[in-house]
């Protein structure tokens, strides 16, 4: 099967030039009926939920935590007076303000204890619960959405750099592309590869794909700076969702903070705030049809360490995102930080499922029935009740 590696080989026979992604990510679309469009964003490395949506009305986390999460009186943004935004994240309280951010809190997968980004991350993605032998956690829900939404159109898979998209991986056919990736051809170039790969229908059809990508990615997309990159993928995956794109997904990198955390975290939600709002920019009416999703594997401890960091938890928090949602609130059921309220005496406890809500996203953008939600997207889960987080 052709994958982006075979065709970076054959690609550099002919001249081509193609630049390996710096985040080692890639962002992967497909297309879908109807106008309502879903990004998924993958935050690998466990993102502290408690010091992102700093839970400051509950008085213990200011005992568990002496130089973190520290409310507004440290320059963090109150959203509702027991919630505050990290400062950081400045640039996305104009959606708070205007209904187009909101989070869930103290949400987590099925998964427990072993605390490995990899295999919290493979969870994760494949939307699976901890009664599935890990040998059968193939394939990812965006990729089960897929298979059984009518109408649902998507094209052989595409990668450029070393990461890969499991949430998008399985039977239906996805495409995957990077921002940074140079794949200009000129029009002799192009023609020698038609003609190369004219016997080759999978290799034919892939490289002519690639190449209409290449000519799609305008220098403009790519954006200087310390949060260029996370901008980047956000405006190329707005491109496509302007197109007959409906669904993207993307990971941005960065969110293990077992020491400073005041600066790994704040450069990390300077990445995910500068592409959220490239994606608004970049979807410009097509925003108000748009839900974003930005997920993490894990939660942190509830208490700070000794290095001004946190190490790896339970529940942490999903931040939603979009003209589709309702925002300006918080969801979830908080179940405090007292000892007894926390989860093997050192985490925040779960009170909610977050596949549960990417499950509410699917029934209500693509009314995806709840049997099948529950039984063949993520095999297991009980849905509850509907958060009614989008409009």
């Known amino acids: ?12 026979l002919i001249g081509c030039s193609v630049a390996a992604h710096p985040f080692l990510n890639t962002i992967t ?27 400051y009305g509950d008085r213990q986390l200011a005992q568990l935590r002496k130089t973190i999460s520290v409310g507004p009186g440290q320059g963090a943004f109150d959203l509702d007076g027991f919630y505050a935004l990290h400062p950081k994240l400045e640039m996305l309280m104009p ?9 869930a809190h103290a949400v987590s997968t099925p998964y427990r204890d072993k605390r490995s980004h990899f295999d919290g991350q493979d969870v994760l993605e494949a939307g699976t619960g901890n009664d599935i032998p890990e040998i059968s956690r193939t394939g990812g829900w965006l990729n089960r959405l897929l298979q059984i939404l009518p109408g649902a159109t998507s094209e052989t898979a595409y990668s450029v750099g070393t990461d890969e998209m ?8 996805a495409k995957s592309w990077a921002p940074d990736a140079d794949l200009s051809l000129s029009p002799q170039a192009q023609l020698l590869l038609e003609q190369v790969y004219h016997d080759d229908p999978l290799f034919r059809d892939a490289a002519m794909d690639a190449s209409d990508l290449g000519m799609e990615t305008t220098p403009g997309m790519k954006t200087p700076g310390p949060s260029g990159d996370a901008k980047a ?13 409906r669904i993207a997904a993307f990971s941005l990198p960065g969110w293990d903070s077992h020491a400073r955390q005041e600066a790994v975290l704040g450069r990390a939600l300077m990445r995910l705030g500068d592409a959220i709002v490239a994606l608004k920019e970049g979807l410009g009416a097509n925003w108000q049809r748009t839900t ?17 960091g946190t190490d790896h938890g339970t529940a942490g928090a999903l931040l939603m995102a979009g003209g589709a949602i309702r925002g300006g609130k918080a969801y979830g059921d908080w179940p405090g930080l007292q000892d007894n309220q926390l989860y093997a005496g050192r985490d925040l406890m779960p009170t909610g499922d977050i596949r549960a809500y990417a499950a509410w996203a ?19 889960l009980d849905m509850g009740t509907d958060p009614k987080f989008l409009g």
């Open 1 to 12: 099967m052709l994958n982006r590696r075979m065709f970076l080989r054959g690609s550099a």
């Open 29 to 55: 679309f497909a297309s879908a009926p109807g106008e309502n469009r879903l990004v998924v964003i993958i935050l690998r490395g466990a993102m502290d939920g408690l010091d992102v949506f700093q839970p």
């Open 95 to 103: 959606l708070w303000k205007a209904g187009e951010l909101s989070f």
């Open 166 to 173: 499991k949430i998008l991986s399985g039977k239906a056919k």
């Open 233 to 245: 993928l956000a405006k190329f995956a707005a491109s496509r969702l302007n197109g007959e794109t």
């Open 292 to 308: 974003v999703l930005a997920m993490t594997e894990f939660g942190r401890t509830a208490r700070e360490n000794g290095s001004g």
């Open 362 to 380: 699917m029934r209500n953008l693509y009314g995806i029935e709840r049997g099948a939600l529950e039984s063949q997207i993520f095999a297991g």
